[in-house]
């Protein structure tokens, strides 16, 4: 980790692996890592946009991320999908 990304405390980073914890969120083109397998897409539309948001699951520590493909938002990318209580 370099100093100046944040560790996670929040309950949904719990847990994350190191290369998890690594990849930028919410910045649009930012790399993922090795062992995140892609799964489904879905076509979501963000104001009077069609996106591709694509879930991915790290098979490392069990992580599951939403990709979202806006070329209008830079800081569409990479989000961590929250665990349902």
Do not use: F
């Amino acid at each position: 980790m370099t100093p100046d990304q944040i560790p996670p405390t929040d309950a949904t980073h719990a847990g994350m692996c190191e290369p998890c914890t690594a990849v930028q969120q919410n910045w649009r083109r930012a790399p993922g890592h090795a062992e995140l397998v892609q799964g489904a897409n879905r076509k979501e539309l963000r104001g009077e946009t069609t996106v591709t948001v694509t879930r991915y699951r790290c098979d490392h520590c069990g992580t599951v991320w939403d990709y979202e493909n806006n070329k209008a938002n830079q800081r569409a990318g990479w989000s961590v999908v929250p665990l349902r209580a």
